[in-house]
């Protein structure tokens, strides 16, 4: 995986350098990730496969959460915290397996 946004990107994906993309299927679950839907937003990974992750993301500046899939040039690397979103991920990393 590339090296962590240290704060919002600023490029739109369709002005990113296509080497600095990561391919969809590096991200893991639990992962923190920025995602672009009307602007840059705060995530997290909740599956990823060769073509696509899902992403569970804030869409607004509230506690509400959306579900999407997005393409790789429209997902990066988040190192900046969001507390209701990187608590959600201690729980999805911590879950009991099934019996």
Same mark, same amino acid.
């Given at each position: 995986?590339?090296?962590?946004?240290?704060?919002?990107? /600023?490029?739109?994906?369709?002005?990113?350098?296509?080497? @600095?993309? $990561?391919?969809?299927?590096?991200?893991?679950?639990? #992962?923190? !990730? =920025?995602?672009?839907? #009307?602007? =840059?937003?705060?995530? %997290? %990974?909740?599956?990823?496969?060769?073509?696509? !992750?899902?992403? /569970?993301?804030?869409? @607004?500046?509230?506690?509400?959460?959306?579900? #999407?899939?997005?393409?790789?040039?429209? !997902?990066?690397?988040?190192?900046?915290? #969001?507390?209701?979103?990187?608590?959600? $991920?201690?729980?999805?990393?911590?879950?009991?397996?099934?019996?």
């Amino acid at each position: 995986m590339p090296n962590l946004m240290a704060s919002t990107p /600023t490029v739109t994906p369709p002005y990113r350098d296509p080497a @600095e993309v $990561a391919p969809a299927e590096s991200y893991r679950p639990a #992962d923190p !990730v =920025w995602v672009y839907r #009307d602007g =840059w937003r705060a995530g %997290i %990974i909740e599956a990823a496969s060769p073509r696509a !992750v899902t992403v /569970t993301y804030r869409p @607004e500046n509230h506690r509400g959460t959306g579900v #999407d899939t997005f393409t790789a040039p429209y !997902v990066t690397s988040r190192a900046d915290a #969001d507390p209701a979103l990187d608590q959600r $991920a201690l729980r999805l990393v911590r879950r009991s397996p099934l019996r």
